[in-house]
């Protein structure tokens, strides 16, 4: 591991704003904050808001700068990656911000029933091979019930043709109330859009990439029932024609479930 790597790690550990508990530890000593994140983490009964997969944090950091009154806590395992954000919120003395540092497959085991109001998935991997993968598939929609209030929103922001079109097939398989989908955010001129200028004005360092591109850029809002039977949506899907960042090689399959 590189000397940059190992500064932001030990960053990240004296950073009072960043709690880390990998599933290891999850499974062998709990999580002391779960259900007691308002009373001892953040000190106010203000809503608290997820952002899964957050990498560098700018989405979690811009708003909570918009929105003073609200809790965001951003959420990864990348730690070199969340310094960057931690470091900005720690530096400019932000009071409504948070990072942990976990797997996302164990995120029910941190938060209590009820004690989240809203998800941000902002440029997850698509997982074209594996639905229980994707973070807006009915495998992660069953987790964040268990902590996410009744009908709590979840906002989905993608480059990806692939996650925005199975992520609408779910919401449809499942009946969830859709408040808002757009296939092209930034030419999109709807009252919604211009009521939450934010979407366009918080921009992560890759969404800037894929603009750059010329990759248009998918928004979904809809709520999660606390109750109902989840159905995964049985139809292929086109895969998307075009590398990502984090891959070298495009994909053989020309389409996906």
């Not at 497959?105 to 998800?119: P, R, S, T």
Request: glycine share 8%; with cysteine; charged share 25%.
């Amino acid at each position: 591991m590189g000397k940059g790597k190992l500064a932001k790690f030990a960053d990240m550990a004296e950073n009072p704003l960043v709690l880390e508990c990998p599933f290891w530890k999850l499974q062998n000593e709990g999580f002391a904050v779960k259900g007691k994140w308002h009373a001892d983490f953040f000190k106010n009964t203000n809503p608290i808001v997820l952002e899964l997969g957050c990498g560098r944090g700018e989405y979690t950091v811009g708003l909570a700068k918009q929105f003073p009154d609200v809790n965001f806590i951003g959420v990864d395992i990348k730690g070199s990656r969340m310094w960057h954000g931690a470091k900005e919120a720690l530096e400019t003395g932000m009071k409504n911000v948070g990072f942990l540092r976990t797997n996302i497959e164990c995120i029910d085991g941190l938060f209590d029933k009820d004690e989240v109001n809203e998800i941000w998935l902002t440029f997850s991997d698509p997982q074209m091979k594996k639905a229980t993968k994707r973070l807006t598939s009915t495998f992660f929609m069953e987790r964040y019930r268990r902590f996410l209030v009744d009908g709590g929103k979840i906002n989905v922001k993608t480059d990806s043709n692939f996650l925005a079109t199975y992520t609408k097939y779910m919401v449809e398989k499942n009946n969830l109330p859709l408040d808002f989908m757009t296939t092209d955010l930034y030419a999109d001129k709807s009252e919604f859009v211009n009521d939450n200028p934010s979407l366009k004005q918080i921009q992560t360092y890759y969404e800037q990439m894929w603009l750059g591109r010329g990759i248009p850029i998918k928004y979904i809002r809809f709520g999660l029932p606390s109750e109902g039977l989840l159905e995964e949506p049985n139809v292929e899907i086109p895969v998307d024609g075009y590398r990502s960042y984090n891959h070298e090689v495009l994909s053989t399959r020309t389409t996906g479930k």
